[in-house]
Nanobody, 124 residues
Framework: QVQLAESGGGLVQAGGSLRLSCAAS????????VAWFRQDPGQEREFAAT????????IYADSVKGRFTISRDDAKNTVYLQMNSLKPSDTAVYYC?????????????????WGQGTQVTVSS
């Protein structure tokens, strides 16, 4: 079981930026697809972005496309989510999730290993 630890959340004004990090406990993390999901109070968990093991495939939800960038640094065993031009609607707990395959999609059931989440709050 690979442990995932999210960090980088916080309170930011609309229009600001944050960078979230997902650090893994094992180097095998680099062999698997990783995604970011988010969930605000009372809502279903929704997909934000995913990246393949190679880093060659990245998919974004329409709601974040053009504002968020997912990337990975295998030397640091870390996946990042750079979030720019943040909106109040981006407020949520953000979760890092690992798939059992090198490539995965938008569905949360594609992922079987989840971090505990980090809170992002965007004020008006």
């Amino acid at each position: 079981q690979v442990q995932l630890a999210e960090s980088g959340g916080g309170l930011v004004q609309a229009g600001g930026s944050l960078r979230l990090s997902c650090a893994a406990s094992q180097r095998t993390f680099s062999l698997l697809a990783v995604a970011w999901f988010r969930q605000d109070p009372g809502q279903e968990r929704e997909f934000a972005a995913t990246i393949s093991a190679s880093g060659g495939i990245a998919i974004y939800a329409d709601s974040v496309k053009g504002r968020f960038t997912i990337s990975r640094d295998d030397a640091k065993n870390t996946v990042y989510l750079q979030m720019n031009s943040l909106k109040p609607s981006d407020t949520a707990v953000y979760y890092c999730a690992e798939a059992p395959l090198a490539v995965a999609g938008r569905g949360q059931l594609d992922y079987n290993n989840w971090g505990q989440g980090t809170q992002v709050t965007v004020s008006s």
